[in-house]
C-alpha cells in the first residue's frame, strides 16, 4: 500500500502570498489530519477531516484553512503568510477501525521570506 | 497551563538496554486517547503505540509498551532491547474527548534519544 503523500515537499514563499499544500492520503483511509512542527511551538494541531467535513479544529487564525476532497484527499491553504508560518507541515491519515493510528506523510517544508 | 509535560528532553540509553521516556498529562475530561510517536532525523512521523483511558491493560506493541498509570496521569513509554535505529525524537499526544466541542489533539515537546553503540 502506498503511504501518505504530501506535495510540494519543499515551498519558498514570501509574506502576504498565499500557498496551498496537498495530501493524499493511504488508500481507504477517510480521515485526514494537518500539524504544524516549528522549533519554537513544537507539534500543533490544526485540524481534521472525515468525509469532507471539517471534525475537528486547533488554535489557529482564520488564515489557516483547509478541506477535503470526495476522493479524500485534502488541502490546506495559508492566506496573508507571515514570516511565523516558516514551519513542517505535516499530514496524517487514518481508517474508521484504526482511527488513533494515523499515519503520517514527509511533510512540507515552508520558508516564508 | 502544559497539558503533555515530557521532561527529558534529551536521553541515552546503551545498545541491547531497556529505557523509558516519560511523559504525564493533564485532562479533566474522562474519554481520552494516549499516543507516542518517534521522529527520526528524516522528519517522518511513525505512530508507535495507544492507550485509551478506560482500557485496562496496558498497550504493547513489540519492542515498545506503555506504562499507563491513569491516577498519575503517566504514560511512560519503555522501549525494551534499544537498537542503534532507535535514536530519534519521541512525542507523547493526547487526544481528549470533550462532549461538547471538537477533539483537542495535544502533542508534548518531545525527548531526543540517543543509542550508543
Known amino acids: 500500500k502506498a503511504g501518505v503523500t504530501q506535495t510540494p515537499r519543499y515551498l519558498i514563499k514570501t509574506r502576504g502570498q498565499q500557498v496551498t499544500l496537498s495530501c493524499s492520503p493511504i488508500?481507504?483511509?477517510?480521515?485526514v489530519s494537518w500539524y504544524q512542527q516549528t522549533p519554537g511551538q513544537g507539534l500543533q494541531f490544526l485540524f481534521e477531516?472525515?468525509?469532507?467535513?471539517?471534525?475537528n479544529k486547533g488554535n489557529f487564525p482564520g488564515r489557516f484553512s483547509g478541506r477535503q476532497f470526495s476522493n479524500s484527499r485534502s488541502e490546506m491553504n495559508v492566506s496573508t503568510l507571515e514570516l511565523g508560518d516558516s514551519a513542517l507541515y505535516l499530514c496524517?491519515?487514518?481508517?474508521?477501525?484504526?482511527?488513533?493510528?494515523?499515519?503520517f506523510g514527509p511533510g512540507t517544508r515552508l520558508t516564508v521570506t | 497551563a502544559q497539558k503533555i509535560t515530557q521532561t527529558q528532553p534529551g536521553m541515552f540509553v546503551q545498545e541491547k538496554e531497556a529505557v523509558t521516556l516519560d511523559c504525564t498529562y493533564d485532562?479533566?475530561?474522562?474519554?481520552?486517547?494516549l499516543f507516542w510517536y518517534k521522529q527520526p532525523s528524516s522528519g517522518e512521523m511513525i505512530f508507535l503505540i495507544y492507550q485509551g483511558s478506560y482500557d485496562q491493560q496496558n498497550a504493547t506493541e513489540g519492542r515498545y509498551s506503555l506504562n499507563f498509570q491513569k491516577a498519575r496521569k503517566s504514560a511512560n513509554l519503555v522501549i525494551s532491547a534499544s537498537q542503534l535505529g532507535d535514536s530519534a525524537m519521541y512525542f507523547c499526544a493526547m487526544r481528549e474527548r470533550p462532549k461538547t466541542s471538537y477533539d483537542k489533539v495535544i502533542f508534548g515537546p518531545g525527548t531526543s534519544l540517543s543509542v550508543i553503540p
Open positions: 488508500s481507504g483511509h477517510r480521515s
Open positions: 496524517a491519515s487514518s481508517s474508521l477501525s484504526t482511527v488513533h493510528e494515523q499515519y
Open positions: 477531516y472525515f468525509s469532507e467535513t471539517q471534525r
Open positions: 485532562t479533566s475530561d474522562p474519554s481520552y486517547g
